[in-house]
């Protein structure tokens, strides 16, 4: 028999950025928070102290900080005539490990999204028209706005500092910034990074074409910065180690540094490290969960919590997962195009192109994760896409992230793979040269979900999630598209080689970092029938569970999911607060 501890008001599921954020809204309204985390606390460990915090071989290499694919992973097809096997060691994308999950590792990258994403469906059929939306493309709405989330955008870039410069502040365009962005009320809470020479050779080219380049908004402090809690940001020392490494500075905003200290410190919130959930408990008949059941990993107990209200605020696959596992919501069935968990399921479509020029001095080891000049021309619905046969799009950007020694190997096209010419061509070429970069937008489809694998369980005896995932038409046609205005980009900087610049193609490959923004599988809506969770991320089968995460939208754009999934996690905050208040559905 499981153990009951002591009820707690709220439990959330997952010690990361949505679970800090909405912890923070709810224990300042009186609410007592337990937060059950399956890692450990990295601050003043050695992923967070130096010497060790550079290294490259065991943070980075190693993934020091990722979740164990040893324990728990994920199975792989492309299509429904596959049979899916384990992906026995993941690059493609990254889920964090510890008490504040991924965002310990990221790279700083902060958008607001464009204002029409929430509302993407009605945006291209009011634009295009209906048919111009595939049938095999299960586009729909959030059932929310950027109006409504606006207020909660403006808290967030608060609390984390966030540097950069502002492009439209109140539907007036400003210099300098992104003219494509939302509205904002200001200016970044701090001006932005120092522009690298990657970044300015980018700049000078693009302006040249007539098009808007501006500093990528980032979670890299440039300076000493208190946020509206009192807690505090270092600056950055453009050290190189973000992506995959914790900020020995504490110069890059995270809820290690300003989260998790500043609740520990209020008597109504706990957090329990290496707590394993393995399921929540529900109540079918009355719409209700009762509480989580999870195991102690320091000593193999498995305990029940009950609850008031669960909050599953886990990384996107996990989100999904438990609610497979739990039976709460229908599974999403490829056949019949029914159900709804596990559907959705979004990656994000990414391509590059190096460029080689021997008198400049790029020193890729002077950098931060988010020292990038960016341009908007090319992302999502900023261009016209009639006659083109595809929807979406993504940023391009000159990116210089660090030039580590063991991964950092940009040679020019030709080069042999080892060997003297091999050596002799990094030495020549390692501060000469730099990339563009496109991060792109990634629409649903179809045969694109989540579900649980029939035949692979994990180290505790459930089932693996199993990915049904591909390229599939829309996105490779619109990578071909704009991968080619980045190559046109590209040959105009006057570089002395320019490599390929190929765009994605199929069949996906786990092989290969791409970026860890996974979307979809829990999607939000307005409809029951087409949705996990309603606008206000209230389970449409259980009003006493919420989820958010990354795992609620139902396409992946071509920004970085953390702004939107940040402003989500403080609403929620406070929706969870009135519920507790008066539950209801919202």
Request: hydrophobic share 35%.
């Amino acid at each position: 028999m499981a153990k009951k501890l002591q009820r707690k008001s709220v439990v959330i599921i997952g010690g990361g950025l949505t679970a800090g954020l909405a912890a923070r809204q709810l224990s300042a309204q009186g609410i007592s928070v337990l937060v059950l985390e399956r890692g450990g606390d990295h601050v003043k460990s050695a992923a967070s102290s130096l010497p060790t915090q550079r290294d490259e071989l065991r943070w980075d290499v190693r993934q020091g900080l990722i979740q164990d694919w040893s324990t728990q992973t994920y199975t792989l097809r492309h299509n429904r005539n596959e049979t899916a096997l384990p992906v026995r060691w993941m690059e493609a994308f990254l889920p964090g490990e510890g008490l504040g999950g991924a965002a310990n590792h990221w790279n700083g990258h902060l958008f607001r999204w464009a204002e029409y994403d929430p509302e993407i469906r009605k945006r291209h059929v009011d634009r295009y028209g209906k048919g111009a939306i595939p049938k095999d493309v299960p586009l729909q709405d959030w059932g929310t706005t950027y109006a409504e989330m606006r207020p909660y955008h403006e808290l967030f870039e608060k609390l984390f500092g966030i540097a950069g410069r502002a492009g439209n502040i109140n539907g007036q365009f400003q210099a300098g910034g992104n003219p494509f962005e939302a509205p904002r009320d200001g200016q970044y809470p701090q001006p932005p990074l120092e522009l690298t020479e990657a970044g300015m050779v980018f700049k000078a080219a693009t302006e040249k074409l007539g098009y808007h380049p501006f500093p990528l908004p980032a979670a890299n402090s440039p300076g000493a910065y208190t946020n509206p809690d009192g807690q505090k940001l270092g600056a950055c020392q453009y050290c190189g180690h973000c992506e995959r490494f914790i900020c020995e500075a504490n110069a890059k905003a995270s809820p290690q540094v300003l989260l998790y200290p500043m609740l520990k410190q209020r008597a109504n919130f706990e957090v329990r490290l290496h707590s394993h959930v393995l399921g929540i408990n529900y109540d079918k008949a009355a719409k209700r969960v009762t509480g989580v059941r999870y195991l102690d990993l320091t000593t193999g107990q498995e305990y029940d919590q009950p609850a008031d209200v669960v909050m599953l605020g886990a990384f996107t696959m996990t989100n999904t997962k438990l609610l497979l596992t739990s039976g709460i919501g229908k599974p999403y069935d490829p056949v019949s195009k029914k159900g709804v968990v596990g559907k959705n399921f979004c990656y994000q479509t990414m391509s590059n192109v190096s460029l080689f020029m021997k008198d400049r001095w790029f020193n890729p080891f002077l950098a931060t994760g988010s020292t990038q000049v960016y341009l908007d021309e090319f992302n999502n619905d900023n261009f016209d896409h009639a006659g083109l046969g595809f929807l979406g799009g993504g940023g391009i950007g000159a990116s210089m992230f660090g030039g580590r020694p063991i991964t950092t190997h940009r040679v020019p096209p030709g080069t042999p793979r080892w060997g003297t010419a091999w050596k002799k061509a990094n030495a020549d070429w390692y501060a000469h040269s730099m990339s563009l970069v496109l991060q792109g937008s990634c629409y649903p489809h179809t045969e694109n979900f989540l579900d649980l694998d029939p035949t692979y369980k994990d180290a505790y005896g459930q089932p693996l999630l199993r990915m049904n995932f591909d390229w599939r038409d829309n996105e490779l046609k619109m990578s071909k598209y704009v991968t080619q205005k980045m190559a046109d980009i590209a040959n105009t900087m006057g570089a002395d080689i320019v490599g390929p610049a190929n765009p994605v193609k199929a069949p996906f490959d786990t092989r290969v970092y791409q970026s860890t923004h996974i979307t979809g599988g829990t999607v939000m809506g307005i409809d029951p029938g087409t949705s996990v969770v309603s606008p206000h991320l209230q389970h449409w089968d259980a009003q006493n569970l919420f989820v958010v995460g990354a795992s609620v939208f139902t396409h992946n754009s071509g920004y970085n999911p953390t702004g939107p999934l940040a402003a989500l996690a403080l609403r929620v905050g406070d929706d969870i607060a009135r519920y507790v208040d008066r539950p209801r559905m919202f």
